[in-house]
Structure formats: structure tokens, C-alpha cells
């Protein structure tokens, strides 16, 4: 039972040691942090920060590729490790803006627009990180955001920031809740490493099972073809009965449907695999007229324009009977001369790759044509048993590369799940 007239949260989900503990009390932050004002000095000048929703506080000569500190750096705000920075403009991620903390540089400098302000000592960084992150603090922003708001930056000061009020147990809860997101952060973080050694692991293995430009013969070759012959270059249209894409419904997306036969756009064709989250669908009646498109398993789907030209996947199930639109080419292979899945696993290697690029005019991918796409060169080996170990080891990799991104999502679900309930709701406060 709390106090009369006095305003209390409990989270869902508590430890077990602090599950009779009371609720959580309603602090202002100007009386738990201070804004941060120093500015900068001539060692920090080089030291330029920039907050991103993604990636947190990082250098802007890492983030931009370059620094782009306005002319009068002495009038940035120098921040120490733990300080905090919120930038008030809306964005796709952050409805009310973003607040960071500084983890990866000891200092730095940051654009005055931003507004910084620093826990005190006895305070838990780390808590209030998860804290601002999960978003329990947006309905407080959202009272301050009404008005003033310019081009999406809501213009609030530090001092207003500060007026804001914050739900908070004690001490060592906060500690306890810290350390329990901190050490799942640290496995999303191990875990995202492992699922970008995977990718650097099967870039350098197509590099291996595939010949060197000028060279027939792979510098890995599985045992039973060691002593073989040598691998040919040979053109690919030869080795194909259809190389085709379609066009998009007259009327464009009103055409589109929320079921029927799936229609395949750029934007479906990933790095080797098929990307069905927004598919578009349509009826029975465009797709006959659409039927010499029609999709069948194995068909090799090529990105042939725009800024996804080169990506490249192998149609499966799911999308057998629909169609593609312009900008997908379907390149249907003779299965006896060439395995479809080494042709995707070519197209999408470093080499297949330079030979798309090769029809670019001045390098800007504007867009390849069928005849340019049955000239293509593709190495192979001389039989097709050698074709397909070479083609299931790649795929294999791509497996065990989307099992562990599954893996990373999943874990981010689960932390998104706990953020929401280690932390309370401020519309159920009690009184």
C-alpha cells in the first residue's frame, strides 16, 4: 500500500529479492543529473561525435567517412565517458528523439544542437541507458514536444529536458536490471561478430571454390576432385532455356492484391535469397496475362536495374507459379549442364559481380540487358556431380549465415520483450 497522494509504479517483472520491495517512486532528473555544458577544447577538436540511433555515440570520421564539424568547433560541447546525449529531432526510430550514452571514447566533442547532461555519481549509467531506451520515458517527452517543434527538431532546452520526471527503484534494483541487460547486450553484440565472421568466412570461401580470373582450376577443390580436369569458362546463354523478366501490371501497385499468385520485385531479391516480408500478389486474370513469366523453382532471379542491380537468388516454393516484374530478370538454366544454385552462387561472388559491373557505362549500374546477361562467363567444372558439392557447401554456408541472423533477431525480440517488462508503464501508475 503507498502513501496518500503519492504516485508509485511496479514493474511486471521483478527479481525475486526485490519483489516485495515498493513500487518504483517519480524523480524530476534535474534532482538525479546536471546538464553538461564544458566546451570544447583545442585537444578535443579532433574528436568529433556524432549520435546515432543505431550505432550510439560514435566519431563522425567513422560514421560520415569524414569529420564535418562546422567552422567554430570551440563552440562544441566536450563529453566524458558516461555522459548522456539527446538529440530532439523525430526520426523512423525514435518518435520523441534519441538518448544515448557515451560508452565507446573516453571524450569527445559533440554539435551544440544536441543536449548533454550527466548522471550523478551515486546513479547507475548503465540503468538509465536501458531506461531511456526502452521508452519509458517518451510519454514525459511527448508533454514537452507539443510546441516549438521545427522540421522535425523539437527545440527543447536542457533545462526543459531536465524538468522531465523519471520512475526508478532503488539502488541496487537499478544495479541488478543493469547488469541483467548489459550481459544480454554483450551476447546480441558476441553473436552479431559470429554473423559477420560467418559472411567474411563464405566471401573468402567462394573465393577458394571458384577459379581466379585467367585460371582454371580452383585453389580448393574438394578430395575426389583434386586430380580432375580443368574447369571451363563457358557462355551462359547456351546453357539456358529461358532468359526473361516481366512488366508491372498497367495501373501499377492498385493492381496489387493481399493474396493470390506472388509477384516478384526487386526489392524480393536478396544477396541469395529471397526477401517475401512486403511481397506483392496478383489475381488470376493479370497473371494469364502475365504467363510467360510464370515462375518455376530453380529459376535464377537477377536485380537488371536501379541500385539493387547484381543481387541475385534461386526462386523456391514459395513463389513457384508467380511472376516478376521489369526489373527482375529469370534466367532458367539447362539443369544438365549448369546446377542453378552454383549460377546464383557465381552471379553474387566477387568475380560474378566485376562482370556485372563490367557492363556498366562508368561504373553507375544502370542496368543490364538480356544479351549482355547471356554473355556472361561462367566457370564450371567438368562434370555436374563436382557443380552441385560446390553449390550445396555454399549453401550451406548461407543456411547456417540465416539461422544465426534468425538467432540475433530472436535475441533482440526477447530483450525488446524484457526492456518492457523490467521497466513499469507510467499509465499505470498508482495512487
Not at 531506461?131 to 517527452?141: I, K, M, N, P, V
Request: contains cysteine; aromatic residues 8%; charged residues 25%.
Amino acid at each position: 500500500m503507498t502513501d496518500k497522494g503519492k504516485r508509485t509504479l511496479t514493474p511486471k517483472l521483478r527479481f525475486p529479492e526485490f519483489r516485495d520491495e515498493p513500487g518504483w517512486d517519480r524523480k524530476l532528473l534535474r534532482s538525479i543529473a546536471t546538464p553538461v555544458t564544458g566546451k570544447a577544447d583545442a585537444e578535443s577538436e579532433h574528436n568529433v561525435l556524432t549520435l546515432s540511433a543505431e550505432h550510439g555515440i560514435v566519431l563522425q570520421s567513422d560514421y560520415f567517412g569524414k569529420k564535418v564539424a562546422g567552422s567554430d568547433p570551440e563552440r562544441y560541447i566536450k563529453i566524458t565517458r558516461n555522459d548522456f546525449v539527446y538529440n530532439d529531432r523525430t526520426t523512423s526510430r525514435s518518435k520523441y528523439g534519441t538518448i544515448r550514452r557515451l560508452t565507446q571514447h573516453d571524450s569527445g566533442i559533440v554539435s551544440p544542437i544536441y543536449k548533454c547532461f550527466r548522471f550523478n555519481d551515486e546513479e547507475f549509467p548503465e540503468f538509465w541507458q536501458w531506461y531511456f531506451e526502452s521508452g519509458t520515458h517518451d510519454a514525459e517527452l511527448a508533454g514537452l514536444v507539443n510546441e516549438g517543434a521545427r522540421a522535425g527538431r523539437f527545440n527543447i532546452s536542457p533545462d526543459k529536458f531536465l524538468s522531465t520526471a523519471a520512475w526508478c527503484g532503488s539502488h541496487p534494483e537499478q544495479q541488478k536490471i543493469a547488469e541483467c541487460l548489459s550481459s544480454l547486450d554483450g551476447l546480441i553484440a558476441a553473436e552479431g561478430r559470429k554473423w559477420e565472421a560467418l559472411k567474411a568466412h563464405k566471401k573468402g570461401l567462394m573465393q577458394q571454390l571458384f577459379p581466379r580470373p585467367g585460371e582454371t582450376r580452383p585453389r580448393l577443390r574438394f578430395p575426389d576432385y583434386q586430380n580432375a580436369t580443368e574447369w571451363t569458362a563457358r557462355e551462359l546463354g547456351p546453357m539456358t532455356i529461358k532468359v526473361g523478366s516481366g512488366i508491372t501490371p498497367r495501373g501499377g501497385e492498385k493492381n496489387y492484391r493481399k493474396d493470390g499468385r506472388p509477384f516478384i520485385r526487386s526489392q524480393n531479391v536478396g544477396w541469395g535469397k529471397l526477401l517475401l516480408d512486403d511481397v506483392a500478389y496478383i489475381d488470376e486474370d493479370t497473371h494469364k496475362s502475365f504467363d510467360a513469366t510464370e515462375l518455376q523453382v530453380l529459376d535464377v532471379l537477377l536485380n537488371i536495374t536501379g541500385a539493387s542491380i547484381g543481387r541475385s537468388t534461386v526462386a523456391d516454393s514459395r513463389v513457384r507459379g508467380g511472376n516478376v516484374n521489369q526489373h527482375v530478370c529469370i534466367i532458367r538454366a539447362i539443369t544438365e549442364e549448369l546446377n542453378p544454385n552454383l549460377l546464383n552462387q557465381y552471379l553474387i561472388s566477387q568475380d560474378g559481380q566485376e562482370q556485372i559491373d563490367g557492363f556498366q557505362a562508368g561504373g553507375n549500374r544502370q542496368g543490364l540487358n538480356f544479351g549482355q546477361i547471356r554473355s556472361f562467363l561462367i566457370p564450371l567444372p567438368p562434370t555436374s556431380d563436382e557443380q552441385q558439392l560446390v553449390a550445396a557447401c555454399l549453401s550451406s554456408m548461407d543456411r547456417t549465415i540465416t539461422a544465426e541472423a534468425q538467432w540475433i533477431e530472436a535475441l533482440q525480440t526477447h530483450k525488446k520483450g524484457l526492456m518492457q517488462q523490467l521497466f513499469p508503464s507510467p499509465e499505470e501508475a498508482e495512487t
